[in-house]
């Protein structure tokens, strides 16, 4: 059983910074992608972010310059540091792992207000 817990998130004003967290745990034998996807209420979920099992790392256009994601494999864990935060970039933040399964982490707010 292989579980994604997510931390951070919560409420900043534009222009302000967040860092969010997600661990994996469990019978983890590789992780391959890991991502983190935004929903806002009533629309679909978009991604934001990719890091490979490699380290390669790729962005919506719309994040680009302002998020980084990075990983730290030992601890199984993804980060997502997102500075200069608009209010568009208000939702709920999930995390993806790709374990050969998928997994989802629980998800967690981010409310920037301008």
């Known amino acids: 059983q292989v579980q994604l817990v997510q931390s951070g998130g919560g409420l900043v004003q534009a222009g302000g910074s967040l860092r969010l967290s997600c661990a994996a745990s469990?019978?983890?034998?590789?992780?391959?992608?890991m991502r983190w996807y935004r929903q806002v209420l009533g629309k679909q979920r978009d991604l934001v972010a990719t890091i490979t099992s490699g380290g390669s790392t790729n962005y919506a256009d719309s994040v680009k310059g302002r998020f980084t994601i990075s990983k730290d494999n030992a601890k199984n864990t993804v980060y997502l540091q997102m500075n200069s935060l608009k209010p568009e970039d208000t939702g709920v933040y999930y995390c993806?792992?790709?374990?050969?399964?998928?997994?989802w982490g629980q998800g967690t707010q981010v409310t920037v207000s301008s």
């Open positions: 469990g019978s983890i034998f590789r992780i391959n992608d």
């Open positions: 993806y792992a790709d374990l050969d399964y998928e997994y």
